[in-house]
């Protein structure tokens, strides 16, 4: 069965510090890949994706996810962190041929310490 | 622009009784998703519909059902509730014809079942 897997659950980082959230995906076949954030009592927002090309994608916010197909991985990165970017950060693959059955990540809490 | 309306935001419910909840997709998103998500978990799959029809099938519970009109939004009925359907429920569209479409989400609606 498709999965994602985020591996770290909390992440507490000083302003400033560099960020980077793993995923990996557990799918054979070209998927679509995708950062959401969830903010404190809001909605998921795409953050960036990913279907081709560029395996360096840049998003919002100042936020890049690189694509390594080798490793099925899908790592959000940011070089230095914001108060403001306290959140939730889910991963989320969708094969593009399956099913429309977007299947997230258990998310990563981060909390910024300002 | 306009984004995925639902509605209501809140809604307090005791058990057994029911719920509806409604979702009004981006202009012309011809597919609408829905999922639920406890507190501190990951958003699980539901349903989706496209074109009025069931799509896919995810974990809902045989006590709710959906459906999507012929002006592409959404209900999302919900019987019996139970302690356990607490949670944020979040509706999403896109169009299906882009295949690289990302999901949209609205703010959702946050159910209490008391």
């Known amino acids: 069965a498709q999965s994602v897997s985020q591996h770290n659950h909390h992440v507490i980082l000083s302003e400033a510090a560099s960020l980077e959230l793993g995923c990996n995906y557990s799918?054979?076949?070209?998927?679509?890949l995708f950062w959401y954030v969830q903010y404190p009592g809001q909605h998921l927002q795409l953050l960036l994706k990913y279907f081709s090309g560029d395996p360096l994608v840049k998003g919002i916010k100042g936020f890049e996810a690189e694509f390594i197909k080798s490793k099925f991985s899908f790592n959000l990165r940011k070089p230095s962190v914001q108060w403001s970017d306290t959140a939730e950060y889910f991963c989320a693959v969708n094969p593009p041929a399956g099913t429309y059955k977007y299947i997230f990540g258990t998310g990563t809490r981060l909390k910024v310490l300002a | 622009a306009a984004g995925v309306i639902q509605s209501p935001r809140h809604l307090i419910k005791e058990k057994r009784e029911t719920a509806t909840l409604k979702c009004y997709p981006i202009p012309r998103h011809d597919t609408v998703y829905w999922y639920q998500q406890g507190p501190g978990q990951d958003p699980q799959f539901l349903i989706s519909f496209y074109e009025k029809m069931q799509s896919d099938k995810g974990s809902i519970p045989d006590r709710f059902s959906a459906q999507q009109f012929s002006d592409y939004h959404s209900e999302l009925n919900m019987s019996s509730l139970e302690l356990g359907d607490s949670a944020l429920y979040f509706c999403?569209?896109?169009?299906?014809?882009?295949?690289?479409?990302?999901?949209?989400f609205g703010n959702g609606t946050r159910l209490t079942v008391t």
């Open positions: 799918y054979g076949g070209t998927v679509n």
């Open positions: 999403a569209s896109s169009l299906r014809q882009d295949y690289n479409s990302p999901l949209h």
